[in-house]
């Protein structure tokens, strides 16, 4: 089995900061990319950054210039650095990871169980 661990959401005031983690284990043999999806209520989830597994980042035009997205292919961990958060920001953010477990297996999405980010004065 795969499982992507999440931790590092919680309360933040509107131009504070807050960094995610991720980490993915079980029985994986290759991650192509990682990333973070955020739904608010009432909203669909959406992108808010990935990166390929040769650095090739990808960001919600949004958080562009706020967030930043880092990863270590070694652990298979990814990290979301966010800064001047925005009452907008505020969701549930979700780590995502497409993994292929053996070498002949197919890549497939898998999902963390999410972490509140609460931006609030």
């Known amino acids: 089995q795969v499982q992507l661990v999440e931790s590092g959401g919680g309360l933040v005031q509107p131009g504070g900061s807050l960094t995610l983690s991720c980490a993915a284990s079980?029985?994986?043999?290759?991650?192509?990319?990682m990333g973070w999806y955020r739904q608010a209520p009432g909203k669909e989830r959406e992108l808010v950054a990935s990166?390929?597994?040769?650095?090739?980042?990808n960001y919600a035009d949004s958080v562009k210039g706020r967030f930043t997205i880092s990863r270590d292919n070694a652990k298979n961990t990814v990290a979301l650095q966010m800064t001047s958060l925005k009452p907008e920001d505020m969701a549930v953010y979700y780590c995502?990871?497409?993994?292929?477990?053996?070498?002949?297996?197919?890549?497939?999405?898998?999902w963390g169980q999410g972490t509140q980010v609460t931006v609030s004065s």
């Open positions: 990166m390929t597994s040769g650095g090739i980042t």
């Open positions: 079980g029985s994986i043999f290759s991650i192509n990319s």
């Open positions: 995502n990871a497409l993994i292929k477990r053996t070498s002949r297996s197919p890549f497939l999405n898998y």
